[in-house]
C-alpha cells in the first residue's frame, strides 16, 4: 500500500512535490477509503488532472521509476547512465534528483529514499517507521552514501544482514534491493516482491499508448500475450465478462500463439453476437476504445487479483466517459476490490471530479518559469465538502485549466 511519494529537480518538477494517499479524519467514510493494517486511512485513488503539458505524465513517472530502480535496475549494462533527467532550466540541470516513497508492507510502514544523477546513485536509504504511545520514529535498515574522496560507497547494514560478498557487488547504477535479491536475500526479497505489484502505462518517454511513439502498439502485443498465457486464464475470463457487460458486442476472444522461428505470432480473434448469430472478427476491425480496454483490463485485473498500485496515464483516451467512471469503480467496490489495490491515473475526463472527493484530487499547473507544480484539493481553502467539484474546476475556480 502506496501512503505518499515525493520528487524534488524530477523532469518538469523543480521544488520538492508530494503525491499522498493518506487522510484525516474529516475524509467521507465511504468505500473509496480503507484502514490499513497500520490503521492509516488511505484512498483506494487519487487523480491527476490538469492542462496540457502541466506536468502530470512526468508525476506519474515517479512511481514507475522508482519500481524499476528498485526491482529492474540490476539488468541494465553497469556503464549504462541511469533513465532520469533533472529540471533543465537554470541550475538545476546540474543538480541530483531526489526521490522517495512510504509504503506498507504487514503494517510496517517504509520509507525508501535515494538521491541520484545519471552517472550514479549517490545516496540510498531504507527507514522503517515505529509508532509507540503515540509518538511515530523512524529507524535506518540501511544506508549508503557516495564518498567523492574515496570513490566508494559508505555502506551501513547492520539492520538488514546482507551477505558478505554484497558490498564488492555493489552498483553504481542499481539499487541496493535489485542488486541483494540475485543473493537470494530474504530481506531484499520482501520489498521487492511489494514493487513487483506496481503496474503501469507509464515509461520515460511517456504514455506508452501514444501513437508518437515508436512502441505505440506494444502494450496491446504484450496485453494479448499476457491473455494467451494458461496461468492468467482466470483474468482473461474476467475481462471478457467486463467488456460483454460494457455493451460493446463483444463476447469473447480466442488467441493462438504460434512459434515463429526467434519469435511469436499471435492470432486474435473475437467473437461478438447479434441477431442470435455468433460471428469471430480479426482483432484489427476493433475499435480503438475497444483495443485500450483490452490493454487497460489486463493491467487493472491484474493488481485488482494481487493487490498493488495501477499507474495509468490518458486513462479516458478513446473511451467513453461513463466507461472511465465503470473502471474505476472497480477500485472502489470492495467486492471487486477484496486486496484494497490502488489507483493513480490522469484524465481529461473532468466527469470524473463529480464521483471523487477532495481528497482524491490532484491538480497540476505550470508556473511562470516552466516549473511544474501539485496540490491536493483539501490543500485549497475554502474547498467544502459538498462542492461541485467538476463544476468549480471547469470555472477555473481551483486553477490547472488552460489559460486560452
Known amino acids: 500500500m502506496i501512503h505518499s511519494f515525493s520528487s524534488k529537480n524530477f523532469y518538469s518538477f523543480n521544488d520538492l512535490t508530494t503525491v499522498s494517499f493518506a487522510v484525516n479524519d474529516k475524509a467521507p467514510v465511504n468505500n473509496g477509503y480503507f484502514t490499513a493494517p497500520s490503521g492509516n486511512r488511505l484512498s483506494k485513488i487519487e487523480t491527476v488532472v490538469g492542462s496540457?503539458?502541466?506536468?502530470?505524465?512526468?508525476?506519474?513517472?515517479?512511481?514507475?521509476?522508482?519500481?524499476?530502480?528498485?526491482?529492474?535496475?540490476?539488468?541494465?549494462?553497469?556503464?549504462?547512465?541511469?533513465?532520469?533527467?533533472?529540471?533543465?532550466?537554470?541550475?538545476?540541470?546540474?543538480?541530483?534528483?531526489?526521490?522517495?516513497?512510504?509504503?506498507?508492507?504487514?503494517?510496517?510502514?517504509?520509507?525508501y529514499a535515494f538521491i541520484l544523477d545519471e552517472k550514479k546513485i549517490i545516496s540510498e536509504e531504507l527507514k522503517i517507521k515505529n509508532k509507540t504511545n503515540q509518538k511515530e520514529t523512524s529507524k535506518k535498515v540501511f544506508s549508503r552514501q557516495w564518498n567523492n574522496e574515496s570513490g566508494k560507497y559508505e555502506l551501513d547494514d547492520k539492520r538488514f544482514n546482507l551477505p558478505k560478498e554484497f558490498e564488492n557487488s555493489m552498483r553504481l547504477n542499481a539499487s541496493i534491493v535489485s542488486v541483494a535479491v540475485r543473493f537470494n536475500h530474504k530481506e531484499s526479497q520482501e520489498i521487492f516482491n511489494y514493487w513487483q505489484k506496481v503496474e503501469t502505462n507509464v515509461v520515460e518517454a511517456g504514455?506508452?499508448?501514444?501513437?508518437?511513439?515508436?512502441?505505440?502498439?506494444?502494450?496491446?502485443?504484450?496485453?494479448?500475450?499476457?491473455?494467451?498465457?494458461?496461468?492468467?486464464?482466470?483474468?482473461?475470463?474476467?475481462?471478457?465478462?467486463?467488456?460483454?457487460r460494457f455493451d460493446l458486442g463483444l463476447d469473447s476472444f480466442e488467441i493462438n500463439k504460434k512459434k515463429k522461428e526467434n519469435s511469436f505470432l499471435i492470432d486474435v480473434k473475437v467473437a461478438h453476437s447479434f441477431g442470435g448469430q455468433k460471428e469471430f472478427l480479426p482483432m484489427q476491425y476493433e475499435s480503438s476504445g475497444t483495443k485500450q480496454l483490452f490493454v487497460l483490463l489486463k493491467t487493472i485485473l491484474l493488481v485488482l487479483t494481487k493487490g498493488g498500485v495501477a499507474v495509468l496515464d490518458e486513462f479516458d483516451v478513446n473511451l467513453h466517459p461513463e466507461m472511465v467512471l465503470s473502471l474505476f469503480e472497480l477500485f472502489i467496490q470492495p467486492e471487486t476490490n477484496l486486496n484494497n489495490a490502488q489507483l493513480l491515473f490522469s484524465s481529461h475526463s473532468h466527469r470524473v471530479l463529480s464521483k471523487l472527493d477532495k481528497y482524491q484530487i490532484i491538480l497540476t499547473e505550470k508556473n511562470e518559469k516552466g516549473e511544474s507544480e501539485s496540490w491536493r484539493l483539501d490543500d485549497v481553502s475554502g474547498v467544502r465538502a459538498d462542492d461541485n467539484y467538476y463544476t468549480k474546476y471547469i470555472a477555473g475556480a481551483y486553477g490547472a485549466v488552460p489559460k486560452l
Open 52 to 111: 496540457n503539458a502541466s506536468g502530470k505524465t512526468n508525476l506519474l513517472k515517479v512511481l514507475p521509476f522508482l519500481k524499476w530502480l528498485i526491482t529492474n535496475s540490476f539488468n541494465i549494462n553497469p556503464s549504462a547512465p541511469l533513465p532520469v533527467k533533472p529540471f533543465m532550466f537554470g541550475e538545476q540541470k546540474n543538480k541530483p534528483t531526489e526521490l522517495s516513497a512510504d509504503f506498507e508492507i504487514n503494517g510496517d510502514i517504509y520509507t
Open 207 to 244: 504514455w506508452v499508448g501514444d501513437h508518437l511513439l515508436p512502441n505505440a502498439n506494444q502494450q496491446l502485443l504484450e496485453a494479448l500475450d499476457f491473455y494467451s498465457e494458461s496461468g492468467n486464464e482466470t483474468i482473461k475470463k474476467e475481462a471478457e465478462k467486463l467488456l460483454s
